[in-house]
């Protein structure tokens, strides 16, 4: 059984930097892909980055490219969120997700079933 927690959310002012985590759990071969998603009051949830496992590939949403970045720690078991010059664009509940394959870029919600309950970021001006 996958599990997936976020930690590391939190209030920053724009400009800012925080790091999310996400200390995934259960087999590694049912995690082949991992990303992160937000979902914003009265908007729906949104694709922000995936990585594919094995080889490392990364997509990001337009939204963000540039500015954070994902990456995974395979000893510690944990996919992080680098989010840098964070604006109040970027205010939302940030989830992590695991499949078993990235479909196309990785960054549809529909085609991951594991999820985890969410860190909140706060960006204000």
């Known amino acids: 059984q996958v599990q997936v927690a976020e930690s590391g959310g939190g209030s920053v002012q724009a400009g800012g930097s925080l790091r999310l985590s996400c200390t995934a759990s259960?087999?590694?071969?049912?995690?082949?892909?991992m990303a992160w998603f937000r979902q914003a009051p009265g908007k729906e949830r949104e694709g922000v980055a995936s990585l594919f496992t094995a080889n490392g590939n990364t997509n990001y949403a337009d939204s963000v490219k540039g500015r954070f970045a994902i990456s995974q720690d395979n000893v510690k078991n944990t996919l992080y969120l680098q989010m840098n010059s964070l604006n109040v664009e970027d205010r939302a509940m940030y989830y992590c997700?695991?499949?078993?394959?990235?479909?196309?870029?990785?960054?549809?919600?529909?085609?991951?079933?594991?999820w985890g309950q969410g860190t909140q970021v706060t960006v204000f001006s």
């Open positions: 259960g087999p590694s071969h049912r995690r082949n892909c």
């Open positions: 997700a695991a499949a078993l394959i990235c479909v196309r870029d990785g960054l549809d919600t529909g085609t991951f079933g594991i």
